[in-house]
């Protein structure tokens, strides 16, 4: 569960980097979270290789940066990736990002979200596709 001044930031912006761990390289990419609950969720929507590296090594670290009153705001949070296989719970996440993020994310904007059949699949199937809950072990919060 999220701290409350890490929370306050978090709840203003809406997406960020990833870095996972590619055998023996970093993998960075620009994900889009919600919250929930207090916590963070990220949809990997298909399989590839964001999936190929959870398979190895679900360790990850997450960057996000947003302005707050003219200044810089530079979050690092690292921890782990927990897929979640509660129907009830990625449902409701998977509402959010269709609500709150389909609409500004050019990447999702490209799927079709049938919330009660994906979420069957993702909770019901072997797919490494799905709702994945952040596990922060620590963060840091920079501000200039």
């Given at each position: 569960?999220?701290?409350e001044?890490?929370l306050?930031?978090?709840?203003?912006?809406w997406?960020g980097?990833?870095?996972?761990?590619?055998?023996d390289k970093?993998?960075?990419?620009p994900?889009?979270y919600i919250?929930?609950?207090?916590?963070?969720?990220?949809?990997f929507?298909?399989?590839g290789?964001?999936?190929?590296c959870?398979?190895?090594?679900?360790n990850?670290?997450?960057l996000?940066?947003?302005l707050?009153?003219?200044?810089?705001?530079?979050?690092?949070?690292e921890g782990?990736l927990?897929?979640?296989?509660?129907?009830?719970?990625?449902?409701k996440?998977?509402?959010?990002?269709?609500?709150?993020i389909?609409?500004?994310d050019?990447?999702?904007?490209?799927?079709?979200?049938?919330?009660?059949?994906?979420?069957?699949?993702y909770v019901?199937?072997?797919t490494?596709a799905?709702?994945?809950?952040?596990v922060i072990?620590?963060?840091?919060?920079?501000?200039?």
């Amino acid at each position: 569960m999220l701290n409350e001044e890490l929370l306050n930031y978090l709840k203003k912006h809406w997406r960020g980097v990833l870095g996972l761990i590619d055998v023996d390289k970093p993998y960075c990419i620009p994900m889009a979270y919600i919250i929930y609950n207090n916590d963070v969720y990220f949809l990997f929507v298909k399989e590839g290789r964001k999936t190929e590296c959870l398979k190895r090594n679900r360790n990850a670290c997450y960057l996000v940066e947003l302005l707050e009153h003219g200044k810089h705001v530079s979050i690092l949070m690292e921890g782990y990736l927990e897929k979640t296989y509660d129907l009830e719970k990625v449902k409701k996440v998977l509402e959010l990002f269709v609500k709150h993020i389909v609409p500004k994310d050019a990447y999702l904007r490209g799927f079709e979200f049938n919330i009660d059949e994906l979420a069957r699949q993702y909770v019901y199937s072997d797919t490494y596709a799905g709702i994945y809950r952040f596990v922060i072990k620590n963060y840091s919060i920079m501000i200039k």
